[in-house]
């Protein structure tokens, strides 16, 4: 089962899930979840249907 459909990075490391939406302009993403154990936190990523 697919738990998230992109991955981003960002030195950021404040970020918490489910907390924020990101737009491209076209999608709409959803933070699902954030790694911040590196150098870079991960950003994990799901398309919102219809911005919901």
């Known amino acids: 089962m697919k738990q998230y459909d ?3 990075l960002t030195p950021n490391k ?3 899930a489910d907390n924020y939406r990101l ?3 076209t999608k709409t993403y959803r933070l699902k979840g ?3 154990e590196g150098r870079l936190a991960q950003l994990f ?3 919102l249907e219809n911005g919901e």
């Open 6 to 8: 992109y991955l981003g």
């Open 14 to 16: 404040t970020l918490t």
């Open 23 to 25: 737009s491209d302009g």
């Open 34 to 36: 954030v790694n911040n």
């Open 45 to 47: 990523l799901v398309v």
